[in-house]
């Protein structure tokens, strides 16, 4: 009997748990998933959730509940993984033997990596919304908030859904002017590139938002330290920013056990071949979503257009066939704009962004890089879709695992990835 | 929209924020051109950035402040005296790789 070991219960891992329990025979291969949580988080929620607009119960359910019968489910800390041997050590000393590896232990907020950034001011007037706790706290405080000055802020790239605090300030704009308060609160986002969008069609589509929703933009900042007493954030070139209520994005960083394990790059995530998911740690370990350093957003669609090709991979390993190159990158993500509306925007690792119909070219439903009623039904009905078919490996129909350039207005652009 | 600039002898092709488009396009000549227009007076150390964050790109890793900061080339604090107001953006330029973005 061979073993194939899953180490993370998330998306990713919970997506392939039910791609390979189907795929693989169950007389030859034991599967094995090891996750300590017990809760499995709806994360796009985190968004919502701080709003009012989710409540608590829409982004959290049982982690069992999603993994399939037949894979053998461990909840226990990963201590690390020894490559060398092929076992992967847990904290209860227990030590479990792979054949085959699959790493999907995501990212996570790092805020003790910026000077100041916790502190007897986190979760008061210092939040996050990337942790279940850190959105339902935020949404306690904007509950009486009485209003000043709102930063939003990225600390650094990468981050997971990089489109997350564009959301939140422009659903934070929608959210005040709804409580009759929105000339109570000024909204400044403060991000480390040089804009609040940095491609050129995504720039010219939609740089009018910002003006439109009185959103000041403070770029190229790179935060050094929160000064939480003076409530004031300070970049390396010692310009500083006061806030009254600072929510941010810490610098984002793979799981502790891939340091203790002796690989991964400066912020832990696993060194992996872009295009066929195996790793470069070992021919027998592969990653997927988060945990991977792919030039691809860290977000929930690219873990499932990733799970597709991972699964014909894994199958190929086994049957000793040549892995297929075929990851492109591909991401599709609803980006909320406020008030009812969405954008939606699909695109991969040379294809940035632009205009045009989804799935199907020519007719839609979906808009892309265009802000629609439609798009925000499409990202309320991706909840559903989300617990119900994406993270059980089901094929949502149409939309395939590598990017479709029809219905897309694509011309000569130029590469910038 | 793709751009050709002349540096010295060299035409090269930049997208419209004047980035280069093509690495293997680069020559030191061509960094030192843009330098001038960005305003800094190159010395060896800013030539050793330049190198590694070359090294990087062709690489594919994903360049930030910190990781700079932590490459052992140049502590932040120097790389914001090297490259005042901007730094990543304003090297990038000068090495003639792609400008940080994000997905959109």
Not at chain 1, 92 to 98: F, P, T, V
Not at chain 1, 310 to 321: A, D
Request: glycine share 8%; net charge negative; with cysteine.
């Amino acid at each position: 009997m061979k073993e194939l070991l899953i180490l993370g219960a998330g998306t990713s891992g919970t997506m392939m748990a039910n791609h390979l329990r189907k795929t693989l025979p169950k007389k030859d291969w034991n599967l094995t998933i090891v996750d300590q949580e017990e809760t499995h988080y709806y994360q796009p929620g985190f968004l919502f959730l701080p709003f009012d607009l989710y409540k608590t119960k829409d982004v959290k359910k049982k982690i069992n509940k999603f993994i399939p019968k037949g894979v053998n489910l461990i909840q226990e800390k990963i201590e690390r993984i020894d490559k060398d041997n092929d076992v992967v050590l847990l904290q209860n000393k227990d030590i479990l033997h792979y054949d085959i590896l699959i790493i999907a232990t995501g990212t996570n907020i790092a805020p003790q990596e910026i000077e100041g950034m916790l502190g007897d001011h986190w979760h008061k007037s210092v939040f996050d919304f990337y942790t279940y706790e850190g959105s339902k706290n935020l949404r306690n405080k904007l509950r009486n908030w009485e209003g000043g000055k709102l930063v939003v802020h990225i600390s650094e790239m990468p981050i997971k859904c990089p489109v997350a605090p564009l959301e939140f300030a422009f659903l934070a704009d929608s959210f005040f002017i709804n409580k009759g308060m929105r000339d109570k609160v000024d909204i400044t986002y403060v991000t480390p590139m040089s804009g609040a969008f940095t491609k050129p069609k995504a720039t010219e589509a939609l740089n009018y938002l910002l003006e439109q929703k009185n959103i000041k933009v403070v770029s190229d900042f790179n935060i050094e330290h929160v000064d939480g007493e003076n409530k004031k954030i300070v970049d390396f070139a010692e310009e500083e920013i006061e806030y009254d209520l600072l929510v941010t994005v810490p610098t984002n960083m793979g799981d502790e056990m891939i340091e203790r394990s002796g690989f991964g790059d400066e912020l832990n995530y696993v060194p992996t071949d872009k295009t066929t998911l195996q790793t470069t740690v070992k021919d027998n370990i592969f990653a997927i979503g988060d945990a991977t350093n792919l030039p691809a957003s860290k977000a929930g669609s690219v873990a499932h257009f990733e799970a597709e090709i991972l699964t014909e991979n894994i199958k190929r390993f086994i049957e000793g066939k040549e892995l297929k190159q075929e990851f492109d990158g591909h991401a599709n993500c609803f980006i909320e704009t406020g008030h009812g509306k969405a954008l939606l925007i699909d695109f991969n690792y040379n294809q940035e962004p632009v205009k045009g119909s989804f799935p199907f070219p020519g007719v839609g439903p979906l808009s892309l890089l265009k802000e629609t009623h439609m798009n925000h039904m499409g990202k309320l009905a991706f909840k559903w879709i989300y617990w119900n078919m994406l993270i059980k490996g089901k094929h949502i129909p149409f939309v395939t695992a590598t990017m479709n350039t029809a219905g897309k207005q694509i011309e000569e652009t130029i590469n910038n990835n | 929209m793709v751009v050709e600039k002349i540096y010295g002898e060299l035409c090269v092709t930049c997208n419209e924020q004047g980035y280069l488009t093509d690495l293997n396009q680069w020559t030191k000549e061509v960094g030192s051109e843009i330098a001038n227009e960005e305003g800094i007076d190159m010395t060896e150390k800013h030539w050793e950035v330049i190198n590694y964050l070359q090294d990087e790109c062709r690489k594919e890793a994903p360049l930030s402040i910190r990781k700079i900061g932590k490459s052992g080339v140049v502590s932040i604090k120097e790389f914001y005296q090297l490259f005042p107001k901007g730094p990543l953006k304003i090297s990038s330029r000068i090495a003639g790789i792609p400008k940080p973005v994000s997905c959109i």
